[in-house]
């Protein structure tokens, strides 16, 4: 039986303010399953209302009360993983180890920012005897949050546990193909405490729904996770409204390997970006440049451990049926410009994965830096390997993209590996596997966006910093 899901504003569930709804489907069946309500600018007006409301005296609460709020949250995604993995398998088709530590992450989010919330304060400036002068970080009020398809629940609890963390209301609207375990969290979070009003959750597309969420006028910041061109869009909408933005917008980034690395362990990494998501991940180093000498043999394993993945037990289908022929338009491409695959190149052909929109895992070897494929964010199972014969000439691979978002380099000389970093121009270097977790800000360089989520930075990204200067003794304040 097929369930509709309504809105979730003020506290409760809300029924689309034109009566309309839109089907949700299971990629890896491509069967229809539920359905969810077809946001529109007058369901934006309600839930911004209520969050208008409800926002002065969540901000008015100590942090520690906030923060307690957080962890019962938290406590709540916890207990209810495997419904919040039931609902994103029914309209992502992950598979079950992916989407259990993407259920842990976003609790994680919750947990994090309850802790570091209370060290988060301002500051005192010295100006002298007679004179008290501090900063202190106040929220923007009502931020709208508007997330993608491919990481539903955590890259809303990325936005959501910092905004709320720092005493802002928040209206979000996630992707029109996912949203039903963002609906679900607000639904817990009232349960946990959230004060109504203070989470609403609008569904629908981006021209009904995210638009007006961003042009609203009580809306006082906006955090957009997806693709450029809807991102200038947004930024565009911003500029002229006067508003801050957080864009992050995705990457074609570069995982480099030298000769003296560990190759098993980078061939690892390399084959994760294949099977971590299908590829559908903003951050997927999916450019691969190996040093000459060793390059074949690099992607020997590489294409060893691709060709052991198993469609539905290690990777799953592209989420959305226009993302499935966007990646066929790549091999399309690629084919026409002369590229020919060492593995994979197509979908699949039989079997049960046949039945659903699952690419076959590709690697194309030693290509040209100027082809379509090596250059455009695919965002989804290709990778693309380039062969490169000095540590400048890496570094110029590296950076010869328009993104800047992630680079991982592996090289058993630590100091090269660490002057590579400083020099490729992303948000995120990670060197011989080193990790990249909540803890650690995560935002771009150039076309993969600006400001900054997860860490400790997060927490700046939606408050605004007051100074406040008090003249204690009986002169004229300065």
Known sequence: ????????????????????????????????????????SSDVDLAVSAAVAAQPAWARRPALERAGTLHRIADAIEAHAEEFATLERSCTGKVATQLAAEVAMSAAYFRYYAGVLPAFHGR???????????????????????????????????????????????????????PVSTLLLARLASEAGLPDGVLG?????????????????????????????????????????LIPLTLELGGKSPLVVFADADLDRAAGAAAVALALNAGQVCSATTRLLVEDSVHDELVARVVERVERLVPGTDFGPMITEAQYEKVLGHFAEARAEGAVPVCGGGPFESGS???????????????????????????????????FTSEAEALDLANDTPYGLVAHVWSGDTARG??????????????????LTIETPFGGFKQSGYGREKGFEALGEYTQTKTVSVCLSGGAAR
């Not at 809306?219 to 809807?230: I, L, N, P, Q, Y």
């Not at 070897?365 to 693309?384: C, K, Q, S, T, W």
Request: some cysteine; overall charge positive; aromatic content about 4%.
């Open 1 to 40: 039986m097929t369930t509709r899901h309504d809105h979730w504003i003020d506290g409760k569930p809300s029924a689309p303010a034109l009566g309309a709804y839109l089907p949700l489907r299971n990629p890896a069946t491509r069967r229809q399953g539920d359905e969810v309500a077809a946001g529109s």
């Open 124 to 178: 005192t400036v010295d100006q002298g005897a007679g004179t008290l002068t501090y900063t202190r970080h106040e929220p923007f009020g009502v931020v709208g949050v508007i997330t993608p398809w491919n990481l539903p629940l955590n890259q809303a609890c990325r936005a959501l546990a910092p905004a709320l963390a720092t005493g802002n209301a928040v209206v979000a609207k996630p992707s029109e193909h996912t």
């Open 201 to 241: 959750v609008v569904s629908g597309t981006g021209p009904d729904a995210g638009t007006p969420l961003a042009a609203h006028p009580d809306v006082r910041r906006v955090a957009f996770t997806g693709s450029v061109r809807v991102g200038r869009h947004l930024a565009s909408l911003a500029a002229d409204r």
């Open 353 to 387: 994965a046949a039945r659903g929109q699952f690419i076959r895992p590709t690697v194309y070897a030693r290509v040209d830096p100027g082809l379509e494929v090596a250059r455009e964010e695919v965002f989804g199972p290709i990778l693309v390997t380039m062969p």
């Open 418 to 435: 660490l002057r590579l970093a400083e020099g490729i121009e992303a948000g995120q270097v990670s060197v011989n596997g080193g990790p």
